[in-house]
Nanobody, 118 residues
Framework: QVQIVESGGGLVQPGGSLRLSCVAS????????MAWYRQSPGKQRELVAT???????NYADSVKGRFTISRDNAQNTVSLQMNSLRAEGTAVYYC????????????WGRGTQVAVSS
């Protein structure tokens, strides 16, 4: 059974930092590309950052230079370090795992809430 579980959300002041973590089980983690998405109230879910199974990272323009995605294949975890947070960063953050081979497999966590407010 595949499980994707996020943690680390909370309330932070503008300009502050937060580190999100995601642990995956039930998959061969090292084969999967991982990503963080977020969804704000009334908005569509948007891609925040991705990291390939080889460790290559990409970011949405809105978070470049402030967010860092990383992975630890030994621990089956992916993290998102968020610095200089802004009010528009308030959202539910979701972790996803994707494998594309013979078929495509996508798995999602339930999300963790981040609120950026003074």
């Amino acid at each position: 059974q595949v499980q994707i579980v996020e943690s680390g959300g909370g309330l932070v002041q503008p300009g502050g930092s937060l580190r999100l973590s995601c642990v995956a089980s039930g998959i061969i983690f090292r084969l999967y590309a991982m990503a963080w998405y977020r969804q704000s109230p009334g908005k569509q879910r948007e891609l925040v950052a991705t990291i390939t199974n080889a460790g290559s990272a990409n970011y949405a323009d809105s978070v470049k230079g402030r967010f860092t995605i990383s992975r630890d294949n030994a621990q089956n975890t992916v993290s998102l370090q968020m610095n200089s947070l802004r009010a528009e960063g308030t959202a539910v953050y979701y972790c996803s795992a994707r494998y594309i081979g013979i078929g495509q497999y996508d798995y999602w966590g339930r999300g963790t809430q981040v609120a950026v407010s003074s």
